[in-house]
């Protein structure tokens, strides 16, 4: 994206839908013909797209698509796309990266986007001869790999490494023997479902005659551990002061809430829920698999033998509060719904993102910048006041409020002791007569 003039969007949130689009315009955000398709509903999925897509399709589902603002991340200005059904999240997204903006912006590290493959294979006869018959061709593998799927050979990727890994038979819950071999694939822009499984069905019929085994499956593994990205942010305690809370408090009082998640499943489920509200929304507004990155964050929050929280929080030598967060992020730039999907075209463009690699960082920034608000929330004022404030306008609008109705039975019901369903129809009604 190129520079942002930040002031055209100030009070963006009490903009008309027209108003919010002229200033993205006005800000350098989006372009005029992308302006134009915002105000043409532009990003709605077309039904003959829609039923090329799935199966048996009868409509279309949607979801708001919003904007978060301040990202800073390795230097470059983002104005984040959230594709988003819950209250608050954009808010808080938006909120915690102007603060994260003043501190410096978020700093990320990538490893090798390398995707993995597995072929699992059954009654292999001698194990041991068969570990050592693999290890003696992997060149041979490999290269069968690459002829499996030239085109991505051709563009610079390919198979680059083979893992075997033997799991032993368990006699208590009678689950027999595999020996599982793994390739490493450079998968380039693309997520790369589809190449790693050609490849693995295309070395599976060598792998049993090396190893005497029957293929049992050949599919791609889902926990990512050679595509990590890594985003980390250092705020000043002069930018954490809150309420009658010093910065040092909310701190001090934040790093204990990691401790918290990080000694307890109950504790780290919801945390990590908090983290994925900001992943899923950009994952799933770039027409990337959000189920992929949601099952491998899970399987990686996991890997110690404990369900952990995902991101640490600590303190450094100079007294700031230092957030890190590493999840497997196997995104693509190419290739699923990404090319088809009018919207994830559009996320594209905002983005400004040039490669797989720079969505990944984007994305794991944008997960710290949701978790940073929650905990700071957390430990302080709670999150019930905000959350409750837009949880107040889907009631209104649940309660059967519409137009200018909307505004006044959300203020009345701000003002309420019990902000529900019942209380919004009854202020309502009182509205109507
Ligand atoms: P696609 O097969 O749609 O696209 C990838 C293809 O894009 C490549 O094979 C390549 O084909 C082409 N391509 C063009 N430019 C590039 C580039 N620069 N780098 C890499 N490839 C490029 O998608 P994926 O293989 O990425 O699979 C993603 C889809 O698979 C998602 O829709 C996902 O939901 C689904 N899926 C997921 C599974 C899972 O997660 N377990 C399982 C099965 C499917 P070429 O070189 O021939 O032009």
């Known amino acids: 994206m190129s520079p942002v003039d930040l002031s055209k969007l100030s009070k963006f949130y009490k903009k008309t839908n027209s108003e919010k689009i002229d200033s993205l315009l006005q800000a350098g955000v989006i372009s005029k013909e992308d302006a134009t398709l915002l105000s043409e509903n532009g990003l709605e999925l077309p039904d003959e797209i829609a039923g090329n897509m799935i199966e048996n ?54 490893t090798d986007r390398r995707m993995i493959g597995q072929v699992a294979l059954k009654s292999v006869p001698d194990v041991q001869k068969a570990i050592q018959n693999i ?3 992997t060149e041979e593998v490999l290269s069968r790999a690459n002829e499996a799927h030239p085109s991505i050979v051709k563009r610079g990727g390919g198979a680059r490494e083979v893992h075997v890994r033997l799991l032993e038979a368990d006699t208590i819950e009678d689950t027999p023997e595999f020996l599982v071999v793994h390739l490493h694939i450079e998968t380039l822009e693309a997520m790369g479902a589809n190449i790693v ?46 309420g009658s809370f010093t ?41 990337n698999d959000w189920r ?22 600590k303190k450094d030598e100079n007294g700031e509060l230092v957030g890190t967060l590493t999840l497997p992020l196997p995104v693509g730039a190419v290739g699923g719904s990404i090319g088809i999907h009018p919207a994830a075209q559009f996320t594209k463009r905002l983005l400004g993102y040039e490669s797989a690699a720079e969505l990944e960082r984007i994305i794991v920034s944008v997960g710290l910048a949701q978790n940073f608000a929650a905990m700071r929330a957390l430990v302080t004022e709670g999150i019930q006041k905000g959350h409750m404030g837009l949880q107040a306008r889907s009631l209104a609008i649940s309660a059967g409020a519409k137009g200018a109705d909307i505004d006044k039975v959300v203020n009345q019901l701000k003002e309420a002791p019990n902000m529900n369903l019942a209380t919004a129809k009854d202020i309502l009604e009182n509205l109507e007569n």
């Open 57 to 110: 399709q009868i409509g279309r589902y949607s979801l708001p698509y919003g904007v978060a603002f301040h990202f800073l991340i390795d230097g470059k200005d983002y104005a984040v796309p959230m594709a988003m059904e819950e209250p608050s999240v954009v808010a808080a997204a938006s909120f915690a990266a102007k603060i994260i903006r003043e501190a410096g912006g978020f700093r990320t590290s990538l």
């Open 135 to 137: 290890e003696q061709h």
């Open 197 to 242: 499984n050609t490849m693995m069905e295309g070395i599976a019929p060598y792998l049993e005659e090396l190893t005497g085994g029957t293929a049992l499956m050949r599919i791609l593994s889902n926990y990512a551990t050679e595509c990590l990205a890594t985003a980390e942010c250092r705020i000043p305690t002069r930018l954490l002061k809150h």
């Open 247 to 287: 910065g040092e408090e909310v701190r001090d009082r934040m790093i204990e809430a990691g401790h918290f998640a990080w000694a307890d499943p109950y504790r780290a489920v919801t945390h990590n829920k908090g983290i994925m509200n900001g992943v899923d929304a950009v994952v799933l507004a770039s027409g």
């Open 292 to 313: 992929a990155i949601e099952a491998g964050a899970h399987a990686y929050a996991v890997k110690s033998g404990q369900y952990r929280a995902l991101s640490r929080w």
